[in-house]
Antibody, heavy 120, light 107 residues
Framework: QVQLQESGPGLVKTSETLSLTCTVS?????????WGWIRQAPGKGLEWVAS???????FYNPSLKSRATISVDTSKNTFSLKLRSVTAADTAVYYC?????????????WGRGTLVTVSS | DIQMTQSPSSLSASIGDTVTITCRAS??????LNWYQETPGKAPKLLIS???NLQSGVPSRFSGSGSETDFTLTINNVQPEDFATYYC?????????FGPGTKLDFK
């Protein structure tokens, strides 16, 4: 059974870097076609953050103004998100997710999400 | 970027009603439109992919249709567990975008 689990600090200081890791179990991340990060600020809607393909192609939400970076560690079967220069607007539940189907860019397998609060 | 809009932003329904939610893309996205259901404290759940493909395990009272720029999600015979927020998401572009959401609540 494939499972995704987000982890990382629940509190990040303003202007610092938010770092989250998604641990994948039950499936090799190298075999997956597409993986992504989505977030939801309190009381707000879903916002796509970033995604990457198995090929290595990576895409980021332009609204993040180049603050985000995705990296992959196949030896640990994890992928990570770093978001630099955070502000209170980055406070959100962050989800990692993937499609079960190949060649799909929707998400039907999600982690439980992790709340990150940005505060001074 | 492709912008997604949804209407209405909220609607009220009674058990057994039929409701329709509309999603519109700022440009043609073919059929690359997906629908999610979100309930508080849970990860979003994919209901429908590529406009009309009902996901395994999703009740048949949910259906989706549309192409190009205009899409709909219909829920027939609304059940108590359907009161949630619904989001559309385009996957035509590598820069994914979600709609702002439609909250379905109990009348």
């Amino acid at each position: 059974q494939v499972q995704l689990q987000e982890s990382g600090p629940g509190l990040v200081k303003t202007s610092e870097t938010l770092s989250l890791t998604c641990t994948v179990s039950g499936y090799s991340i190298s075999s997956g076609f597409y993986w992504g990060w989505i977030r939801q600020a309190p009381g707000k809607g879903l916002e796509w953050v970033a995604s990457f393909f198995r090929s290595g192609d990576t895409f980021y939400n332009p609204s993040l103004k180049s603050r985000a970076t995705i990296s992959v560690d196949t030896s640990k079967n994890t992928f990570s998100l770093k978001l630099r220069s955070v502000t209170a607007a980055d406070t959100a539940v962050y989800y990692c997710a993937t499609p079960v189907a190949k060649n799909a860019r929707y998400f039907d397998l999600w982690g439980r999400g992790t709340l990150v609060t940005v505060s001074s | 970027d492709i912008q997604m809009t949804q209407s209405p932003s909220s609607l009220s329904a009674s058990i057994g009603d039929t409701v329709t939610i509309t999603c519109r893309a700022s440009q043609s996205i073919s059929i690359y439109l997906n629908w999610y259901q979100e309930t508080p404290g849970k990860a979003p759940k994919l209901l429908i992919s590529t406009s009309s493909n009902l996901q395994s395990g999703v009740p048949s009272r949910f259906s989706g249709s549309g192409s190009e720029t205009d899409f709909t999600l219909t829920i027939n015979n609304v059940q108590p567990e359907d009161f949630a927020t619904y989001y559309c998401q385009q996957s035509y572009s590598n820069l994914l975008t979600f709609g702002p959401g439609t909250k379905l609540d109990f009348k």
